[in-house]
Protein backbone atom coordinates (compact mmCIF):
# COMPACT_ATOMS: atom_id res chain seq x y z
CA UNK A 1 0.00 0.00 0.00
CA UNK A 2 1.65 3.35 -1.07
CA UNK A 3 1.47 6.34 1.38
CA UNK A 4 0.91 9.68 0.64
CA UNK A 5 3.11 12.46 2.48
CA UNK A 6 -0.30 13.33 4.23
CA UNK A 7 -0.61 10.09 5.47
CA UNK A 8 2.41 9.27 6.80
CA UNK A 9 2.23 12.92 8.60
CA UNK A 10 -0.12 11.74 10.54
CA UNK A 11 1.61 8.31 11.25
CA UNK A 12 4.45 10.08 12.71
CA UNK A 13 1.94 11.92 14.78
CA UNK A 14 0.51 9.14 15.78
CA UNK A 15 3.31 7.39 16.55
CA UNK A 16 4.63 10.05 19.02
CA UNK A 17 1.21 10.48 20.53
CA UNK A 18 1.16 7.22 21.97
CA UNK A 19 4.39 6.75 23.32
CA UNK A 20 6.91 5.51 20.44
CA UNK A 21 4.34 2.20 20.09
CA UNK A 22 3.93 1.65 16.23
CA UNK A 23 1.23 -1.10 17.27
CA UNK A 24 -1.22 1.51 19.46
CA UNK A 25 0.02 4.42 15.95
CA UNK A 26 -0.94 2.12 13.23
CA UNK A 27 -4.43 0.90 14.99
CA UNK A 28 -5.47 4.45 15.56
CA UNK A 29 -4.35 5.11 12.34
CA UNK A 30 -6.91 2.59 10.73
CA UNK A 31 -9.56 4.01 13.17
CA UNK A 32 -9.10 7.55 11.63
CA UNK A 33 -8.99 6.18 8.17
CA UNK A 34 -11.62 4.00 8.14
CA UNK A 35 -9.91 0.60 7.61
CA UNK A 36 -10.72 -2.71 8.33
CA UNK A 37 -8.30 -4.44 11.50
CA UNK A 38 -5.31 -6.13 10.27
CA UNK A 39 -5.59 -3.76 6.91
CA UNK A 40 -2.71 -1.95 5.98
CA UNK A 41 -1.14 0.81 5.58
CA UNK A 42 1.84 -1.31 6.75
CA UNK A 43 3.31 -3.72 8.98
CA UNK A 44 4.74 -2.56 12.71
CA UNK A 45 8.04 -2.80 11.26
CA UNK A 46 7.74 -1.13 8.31
CA UNK A 47 6.33 1.71 10.56
CA UNK A 48 9.26 1.16 12.71
CA UNK A 49 11.74 1.59 9.55
CA UNK A 50 10.16 4.50 8.11
CA UNK A 51 10.17 6.07 11.78
CA UNK A 52 14.04 5.16 11.87
CA UNK A 53 14.52 7.04 8.77
CA UNK A 54 12.92 10.14 9.54
CA UNK A 55 14.62 10.22 12.65
CA UNK A 56 17.94 9.92 10.64
CA UNK A 57 17.44 11.96 7.66
CA UNK A 58 14.40 14.37 8.28
CA UNK A 59 12.63 12.93 5.32
CA UNK A 60 10.23 10.29 4.00
CA UNK A 61 11.85 9.70 1.15
CA UNK A 62 9.04 10.76 -1.24
CA UNK A 63 9.89 11.86 -4.49
CA UNK A 64 6.61 12.57 -7.06
CA UNK A 65 6.39 12.45 -10.81
CA UNK A 66 9.48 10.32 -11.46
CA UNK A 67 7.27 7.55 -13.09
CA UNK A 68 7.80 3.83 -12.26
CA UNK A 69 10.92 2.76 -11.24
CA UNK A 70 12.70 -0.01 -11.78
CA UNK A 71 12.53 -3.01 -9.51
CA UNK A 72 16.00 -3.61 -7.47
CA UNK A 73 17.99 -7.05 -8.10
CA UNK A 74 17.90 -7.15 -4.28
CA UNK A 75 13.99 -6.33 -3.73
CA UNK A 76 13.83 -10.20 -6.47
CA UNK A 77 15.91 -12.10 -4.31
CA UNK A 78 14.16 -10.74 -1.20
CA UNK A 79 11.25 -11.85 -2.51
CA UNK A 80 12.39 -15.60 -3.66
CA UNK A 81 13.77 -15.93 -0.41
CA UNK A 82 10.38 -15.50 1.49
CA UNK A 83 8.56 -18.00 -1.05
CA UNK A 84 10.84 -20.40 -0.31
CA UNK A 85 10.65 -20.34 3.04
CA UNK A 86 6.72 -19.78 2.98
CA UNK A 87 6.91 -23.23 0.61
CA UNK A 88 8.14 -24.63 4.06
CA UNK A 89 5.65 -24.31 5.94
CA UNK A 90 3.28 -26.79 7.02
CA UNK A 91 0.37 -24.77 4.06
CA UNK A 92 3.08 -24.85 2.00
CA UNK A 93 1.08 -21.68 0.17
CA UNK A 94 1.76 -17.74 -0.04
CA UNK A 95 -0.10 -15.27 -1.37
CA UNK A 96 0.68 -11.94 -3.39
CA UNK A 97 -0.05 -9.48 -0.22
CA UNK A 98 1.23 -11.62 2.84
CA UNK A 99 4.83 -11.29 0.63
CA UNK A 100 4.31 -7.65 0.52
CA UNK A 101 3.28 -6.84 3.60
CA UNK A 102 6.11 -9.40 5.26
CA UNK A 103 8.38 -7.19 2.80
CA UNK A 104 6.73 -3.92 3.31
CA UNK A 105 6.49 -3.65 -0.45
CA UNK A 106 4.20 -2.59 -2.98
CA UNK A 107 1.83 -5.27 -4.29
CA UNK A 108 2.55 -4.30 -7.59
CA UNK A 109 5.92 -5.15 -6.81
CA UNK A 110 5.51 -9.07 -6.64
CA UNK A 111 2.78 -10.57 -8.83
CA UNK A 112 1.99 -14.19 -9.61
CA UNK A 113 1.75 -15.74 -12.88
CA UNK A 114 -0.93 -17.59 -14.02
CA UNK A 115 -0.90 -20.58 -16.12
CA UNK A 116 -3.20 -20.25 -19.48
CA UNK A 117 -3.85 -23.46 -21.85
CA UNK A 118 -3.74 -22.25 -25.41
CA UNK A 119 -4.61 -24.66 -28.53
CA UNK A 120 -1.64 -25.65 -31.20
CA UNK A 121 -2.27 -24.06 -33.99
CA UNK A 122 -0.61 -25.18 -37.55
CA UNK A 123 -0.67 -23.18 -40.24
CA UNK A 124 -2.80 -25.28 -42.84
CA UNK A 125 -5.60 -24.53 -39.75
CA UNK A 126 -6.15 -21.18 -40.88
CA UNK A 127 -7.82 -22.43 -44.38
CA UNK A 128 -9.53 -25.04 -42.51
CA UNK A 129 -11.52 -22.42 -40.34
CA UNK A 130 -11.89 -20.32 -43.17
CA UNK A 131 -13.33 -22.95 -45.45
CA UNK A 132 -15.84 -24.09 -42.05
CA UNK A 133 -17.01 -20.72 -41.56
CA UNK A 134 -17.88 -19.99 -45.38
CA UNK A 135 -19.91 -23.62 -45.29
CA UNK A 136 -21.54 -22.71 -41.96
CA UNK A 137 -23.20 -19.91 -43.81
CA UNK A 138 -24.32 -21.02 -46.47
CA UNK A 139 -25.70 -23.86 -44.52
CA UNK A 140 -27.69 -21.14 -42.40
CA UNK A 141 -28.76 -19.50 -46.18
CA UNK A 142 -30.54 -22.77 -47.12
CA UNK A 143 -32.17 -23.62 -43.56
CA UNK A 144 -31.90 -20.92 -40.92
CA UNK A 145 -32.75 -23.21 -38.41
CA UNK A 146 -30.67 -25.58 -39.16
CA UNK A 147 -28.42 -24.43 -36.14
CA UNK A 148 -30.27 -25.57 -33.53
CA UNK A 149 -29.74 -29.30 -34.86
CA UNK A 150 -26.39 -28.87 -33.41
CA UNK A 151 -25.45 -30.89 -31.11
CA UNK A 152 -22.40 -29.61 -29.10
CA UNK A 153 -20.44 -31.11 -26.74
CA UNK A 154 -17.58 -31.16 -24.42
CA UNK A 155 -15.76 -33.00 -21.76
CA UNK A 156 -13.50 -32.26 -18.35
CA UNK A 157 -11.14 -34.03 -16.96
CA UNK A 158 -10.57 -34.52 -13.40
CA UNK A 159 -7.13 -36.10 -12.12
CA UNK A 160 -5.84 -37.96 -9.28
CA UNK A 161 -2.70 -37.29 -9.11
CA UNK A 162 -2.33 -33.69 -8.99
CA UNK A 163 -2.55 -32.19 -12.55
CA UNK A 164 -2.27 -28.62 -12.76
CA UNK A 165 -6.10 -26.89 -12.64
CA UNK A 166 -5.93 -23.43 -14.13
CA UNK A 167 -8.10 -21.61 -12.14
CA UNK A 168 -6.00 -21.87 -8.89
CA UNK A 169 -2.74 -23.05 -9.91
CA UNK A 170 0.52 -20.46 -9.63
CA UNK A 171 3.66 -20.66 -10.26
CA UNK A 172 5.97 -18.07 -9.09
CA UNK A 173 9.00 -18.01 -11.78
CA UNK A 174 10.64 -14.88 -13.54
CA UNK A 175 10.28 -16.79 -16.77
CA UNK A 176 7.12 -18.00 -18.83
CA UNK A 177 7.16 -22.36 -17.48
CA UNK A 178 6.77 -25.17 -20.40
CA UNK A 179 6.54 -28.47 -18.85
CA UNK A 180 5.89 -31.81 -20.14
CA UNK A 181 1.75 -33.19 -18.93
CA UNK A 182 2.87 -36.36 -17.66
CA UNK A 183 -0.66 -38.55 -18.28
CA UNK A 184 -1.94 -39.33 -14.39
CA UNK A 185 -5.50 -41.21 -13.80
CA UNK A 186 -8.61 -39.22 -14.19
CA UNK A 187 -12.28 -39.46 -14.98
CA UNK A 188 -14.04 -37.43 -18.05
CA UNK A 189 -16.91 -36.37 -17.96
CA UNK A 190 -18.84 -35.68 -21.40
CA UNK A 191 -21.54 -34.03 -21.81
CA UNK A 192 -23.27 -32.47 -25.24
CA UNK A 193 -26.71 -30.80 -25.74
CA UNK A 194 -28.63 -28.72 -28.39
CA UNK A 195 -31.12 -26.40 -28.03
CA UNK A 196 -34.35 -28.83 -27.05
CA UNK A 197 -33.02 -31.56 -24.94
CA UNK A 198 -29.19 -32.19 -23.05
CA UNK A 199 -27.44 -35.59 -23.47
CA UNK A 200 -25.49 -36.70 -20.33
CA UNK A 201 -23.74 -36.10 -18.54
CA UNK A 202 -21.71 -39.72 -18.97
CA UNK A 203 -18.73 -40.31 -17.22
CA UNK A 204 -15.72 -42.70 -18.40
CA UNK A 205 -12.03 -43.59 -17.16
CA UNK A 206 -8.63 -42.94 -18.43
CA UNK A 207 -10.16 -40.83 -21.50
CA UNK A 208 -7.40 -39.10 -23.34
CA UNK A 209 -7.36 -35.94 -25.14
CA UNK A 210 -6.62 -37.72 -28.32
CA UNK A 211 -9.31 -40.71 -28.12
CA UNK A 212 -12.46 -38.20 -26.83
CA UNK A 213 -13.13 -37.73 -30.55
CA UNK A 214 -16.25 -38.24 -33.21
CA UNK A 215 -16.04 -41.71 -33.04
CA UNK A 216 -15.72 -42.92 -29.67
CA UNK A 217 -18.04 -39.91 -28.46
CA UNK A 218 -20.75 -41.94 -30.48
CA UNK A 219 -19.65 -45.68 -29.66
CA UNK A 220 -20.48 -44.27 -25.82
CA UNK A 221 -23.89 -42.75 -27.26
Known amino acids: MTLSLKARNLLVKLFHKNGDCATIALKRFRTLEGLRSGSGPMTVFGLKKMMDKFEESGSFGVKCGRGKKAIASTSVEDVATALQEASSTSSGTCSVRRISRTLDMPVSTCYPFKITRVQELAPADQLKREAFALKF ?79 SQWEML
Open 137 to 215: LARMEVDNAWPWNILWTDEAHFHLQSAINTQNCRIWVRGNPFQMLIHSQKVTVWCGFRAAFIVGPFYRRNWSFGSCNMY
